[in-house]
């Protein structure tokens, strides 16, 4: 299989037959197994495990991944790391599950899900650090409020535009 974007997958065990996600900078072998492939252009890719076991490779280097763990190609490296891995697979069951993420992350993932431009007037506010969870049929409108009550942000929708500014009141 050839991703961009995120795919879940979860692959029965075939022996003699190898199960392999290809996108443009790593390849992930499998054996049976769920997992996470997140290939969005321009951000760095990841691999994360849920059950079972993956082995990921970059071209240059190969790890093997034990439930749990996450492998994230940044730069030239591959960074390993432990998560909880229903954060990344929240989508699937039709929920955003963010945990101690940095703002900018979180609206670029709500900019991409509701089809809308991103817009931060102030670059210190993209650092701001959120937890939260929303399902995916919420009115961005009703999302954006929430931020808004939550957060030193404020938060304007024009058209499919999103502006995000620092909040001066608080």
Known sequence: VTLTGEGFFDVKKADGKPFIVNSEKMNVRV???????RVY????????????????KDGKRAVQLIPGQQVSLEKDSMVVREVDPMDYVAWRYGE????????VELFEELARWYDLNLFFVNPEVKEYVFTASFKRSTPVDEVISILEKTKNIKVELKGKTLKVTKNCRN
């Open 31 to 37: 054996l049976g197994t769920q997992f996470n492939v």
């Open 41 to 56: 252009p321009g951000e760095s890719q990841h691999t994360t495990l849920v059950k079972g076991a993956v082995e990921v």
């Open 96 to 103: 955003f599950n963010f945990r101690q993420c940095r703002l």
